[in-house]
């Protein structure tokens, strides 16, 4: 027999994922210094790592983006955006060279999937990496950073690839840009999770 707990105690239950509730994403224009120090960093990314990972592969790895290595990559996106369209305009130039340059740091986590003998697919290790942007957004959180999981067209150029000195078998997931907050984000409309659950009861007739 199935014993009902009380709400009050299921309340105190489910208050723990509060937390989880709480995550949300802040604009990158609005994340300022300071950001996590090296040590910091590091405690992060050891919680990032604690993800679902079939066969123990570790298909990712993180590339610390900070300090003057921002604008430089900025002006690198720049260079790449005018040498493609000599006639571009001044404020897409400008996004682009602006764009690591908010945030303190920025963590590209790139998927690693070099052939794999284990048979493991592809696929799964992809997530994996997606996982470990996730798990690193809400660790960020969880010390009082804010931060933004972010892609755009330099994830999946492939000179950009070269310029981060990337393998030919390893993808940009995300750009996480992590800082402390210089505004409080409003809450968004979230999906009902009752409209997304559904239930197999068998084979279709």
């Known amino acids: 027999m199935s014993v009902t707990k009380p709400a009050n105690s299921q309340n105190r239950l489910f208050s723990a994922l ?109 997530l994996s990496a997606g996982c470990a942007c996730f798990a690193l957004l809400q660790a960020a959180q969880a010390l009082g950073f804010g931060a933004n999981w972010l892609t755009g067209w330099p994830a999946y150029d492939p000179d950009v690839h070269a310029l981060l000195g990337m393998g030919a078998h390893e993808r940009v997931v995300g750009f996480v840009h992590i800082g402390t907050p210089a505004v409080a984000v409003p809450e968004r409309d979230r999906p009902d999770a009752s409209t997304l659950l559904s239930d197999w009861v068998g084979e279709p007739a």
């Open 18 to 126: 509060e937390p989880l509730d709480a995550r949300r994403s802040v604009p990158a224009r609005q994340l300022h210094a300071p950001g996590p120090d090296h040590d910091t960093l590091l405690r992060l990314l050891q919680s990032a790592s604690r993800v679902p990972d079939h066969g123990r592969r570790v298909p990712f790895r993180f590339l610390r983006i900070a300090g003057d290595a921002r604008l430089a990559l900025g002006e690198a996106l720049a260079a790449i955006t005018l040498e493609r369209d000599a006639q571009a305009g001044a404020g897409a130039v400008d996004k682009d060279r602006q764009r690591f340059s908010h945030a303190p740091l920025v963590v590209a986590v790139l998927a690693v999937l070099d052939p794999d003998d284990s048979k493991i697919p592809e696929q799964e290790r992809l």
